[in-house]
């Protein structure tokens, strides 16, 4: 028998934990000794449903089943009706957060599906499994199942939670994980209540023993894995445990492996600051959910956090330049209108986080957010995200204008390429978010947003919209953007307002022995101060840059630059 444990993942790079800790649960029950074979099988939202569905049809699976979310559940369900068209005597099981707060009204909609496996299903699923290969236990009587019994639908007793030991670790070999993320979970459950959030839902909050925590870390760390994502929803949440785990990864650092956590900000102590300020450049990445920064908006959302205290940590961490920092908003929340949301964002992006992530609200089945839309005058999407297309505080049109302004910080602010030009660039504004949103409709207006453009092109872009809307940043503008785009790589077509480079070639001969993997420019600006604090002056006589790719920065992936004859120690460029 074979049982195919099938994702449907955003994107490549991505990996499912979910059908491997689902696999490795089952092997305790379904040994070499048995006939059953459990297998796995990932694609992403990227391929034609058709393609999936030709994928499985040859896996030829004598059980189906599907992790399910949000982002993929469309998908999922076209591929389940049209294999149960082709393969009617095969059984359809689907888990996961999209289907496991409305299983009945699920199976209802969904006739090509046998059953639901509702929240935590380590022990369900090699229940479910014995089932299928033995006949025992009966369906009705494996709890955490909602499932098909001749014309009506059965719910069984709800699972109570599994402790996190005894749910054995699902990497067993890294075969097939070459270039991708890898996900690690250390705790279960939040002990916060947001409103909008599914985790608020699992106040059971708990965590894996240290011991095992650190032997499985060593595994990433041995196997010099490229990341590792923490899935705890807020990972210092208790702060013995979370030093234990930084102390442990700062001490058996392997210099290459970057490990994602998502914390709260206002949670951090003194001596886990300290802590992280010491870590390897790069070894760690931060989350921290804003989401607000209007006290009336967090205060409806049941969400505990002290502003103040987000801001004091995140400019502690920043000022350490050695931590990735990811900040996010959320737009479309109770009492947050369009003004508020600008405030909002301009108070996070005072900040400088190194990402910030504008996301829209998602109001999500079994949230306390989807129980009380009809109150706060919530028009959602009907069909997966869900996502919000107004509330009683602001409109579908504004919305339509914040999505223009996602897409200005994706392409500028996010992408890290434009670091410099923005500073210009935002010197030139009293609010950040003004600054955005004027270039968010300048690409709306001009069609651009509707094409994919190089980097090249969106420079190109920015200096249009820049003779537009702030002509006086253009000279400092060109030289920032020709800074930029050095600093990412050795480009092969030169900028059209560039300088003959022919005019220093001398010191492109004394400095560059490495042919194109540095590169050496001229500047009227010395922009390393515009990360310190205010827009340089021009300065009289000209600066040679040398840009050496040999050295890269492993957070923000561009080239040591320093001054034409100013190096290190070691004879190197600094970051």
């Known amino acids: 028998m074979k049982i195919l444990l099938t994702?449907?993942?955003?994107?490549y790079i991505h990996s499912n934990p979910a059908v491997y800790s689902l696999r490795a649960s089952a092997e305790k029950y379904l040994g070499a000794e048995t006939s059953v074979k459990v297998v796995i099988a990932e694609y992403t939202i990227n391929q034609r449903a058709e393609d999936i569905l030709a994928a499985v049809y040859l896996e030829k699976p004598d059980v189906l089943c599907?992790?399910?979310?949000?982002?993929?559940?469309?998908?999922?369900?076209?591929?389940?009706?049209?294999?149960?068209?082709?393969?009617?005597?095969?059984?359809?099981?689907?888990?996961?957060?999209?289907?496991?707060?409305?299983?009945?009204?699920?199976?209802?909609a969904n006739e090509a599906v046998t059953g639901v496996m509702t929240g935590e299903g380590e022990q369900t699923f090699p229940e479910l499994c014995s089932?299928?290969?033995?006949?025992?236990?009966?369906?009705?009587?494996?709890?955490g199942i909602v499932f098909r019994r001749n014309e009506s639908i059965v719910t069984t007793e709800e699972r109570p939670p599994s402790p996190l030991d005894d749910i054995p670790f699902c990497y067993d070999s890294l075969s097939g994980f070459e270039n991708r993320i890898l996900y690690y979970e250390s705790g279960r459950g939040c002990p916060f209540s947001c409103s909008y959030c599914l985790s608020s839902l699992d106040k059971c909050v708990r965590f894996r023993s240290l011991s095992l925590v650190k032997r499985?870390?060593?595994?990433?760390?041995?196997?010099?894995?490229?990341?590792?994502?923490?899935?705890?929803?807020?990972f210092n949440c208790n702060h013995t445990h979370a030093m234990e785990i930084w102390r442990f990864l700062a001490d058996h650092d392997n210099g290459v492996t970057n490990f994602h956590f998502e914390i709260a900000a206002d949670l951090l102590t003194e001596e886990e600051l300290e802590l992280l300020g010491r870590l390897r450049l790069g070894q760690v990445q931060l989350e921290i959910g804003v989401q607000s920064a209007n006290d009336a908006t967090i205060a409806e959302i049941h969400r505990t956090m002290d502003l103040a205290r987000v801001k004091k940590a995140v400019r502690r961490i920043k000022e350490g330049g050695n931590i990735h920092v990811h900040l996010d908003l959320i737009a479309g929340l109770p009492h947050e209108d369009y003004r508020s949301f600008a405030r909002s964002f301009d108070e996070v992006y005072?900040?400088?986080?190194?990402?910030?992530?504008?996301?829209?609200?998602?109001v999500l089945k079994g949230s306390y957010m989807h129980a009380h839309a009809e109150e706060y005058g919530m028009l959602f999407r009907g069909s997966p995200p869900y996502e919000v297309m107004q509330t009683g505080w602001i409109t579908y049109e504004e919305i339509l204008q914040l999505k223009r302004v996602e897409e200005a910080v994706e392409d500028y602010y996010n992408s890290?390429?434009?670091e410099v030009s923005m500073e210009v660039l935002a010197a030139q504004y009293d609010s950040p978010f003004r600054l955005y949103r004027e270039l968010g409709e300048f690409y709306w207006e001009k069609g651009y947003s509707l094409v994919s453009h190089s980097r090249l092109r969106r420079?190109?872009?920015?200096?249009?919209?820049?003779?537009?809307?702030?002509?006086?940043?253009?000279?400092?503008?060109?030289?920032?953007?020709?800074?930029?785009?050095?600093?990412?790589?050795?480009?092969?077509?030169?900028?059209?307002?560039?300088a003959d480079p022919a005019e220093w070639k001398h010191l492109t001969r004394q400095y560059c022995k490495n042919g194109k993997l540095s590169h050496v420019e001229r500047f009227f600006y010395r922009f390393a101060r515009i990360k310190s604090g205010g827009v340089p002056a021009r300065e009289a006589e000209p600066v040679y840059m040398l840009f050496d790719y040999t050295v890269k920065n492993p957070q923000s992936r561009q080239a040591a630059v320093c001054e034409v004859g100013e190096f290190n120690a070691q004879g190197l460029c600094g970051y």
């Open 459 to 498: 420079a190109e872009i920015l200096l249009e919209f820049a003779s537009e809307c702030a002509p006086s940043a253009g000279d400092i503008l060109r030289e920032s953007l020709l800074y930029d785009l050095y600093a990412r790589e050795n480009i092969k077509s030169r900028p059209s307002w560039a």
């Open 66 to 108: 599907f992790s399910c979310y949000i982002w993929n559940v469309s998908c999922v369900t076209e591929v389940a009706r049209e294999f149960h068209r082709l393969r009617p005597e095969v059984p359809v099981w689907v888990g996961g957060p999209e289907v496991s707060y409305d299983a009945g009204a699920f199976l209802a």
């Open 416 to 418: 890290g390429q434009y």
């Open 7 to 11: 994702a449907v993942n955003a994107k």
């Open 350 to 362: 005072a900040l400088r986080p190194d990402q910030l992530q504008l996301g829209f609200l998602k």
């Open 216 to 234: 499985e870390l060593l595994f990433f760390l041995e196997h010099r894995v490229s990341q590792v994502k923490f899935v705890d929803r807020t």
């Open 131 to 143: 089932y299928y290969a033995d006949g025992a236990p009966e369906p009705e009587r494996i709890r």
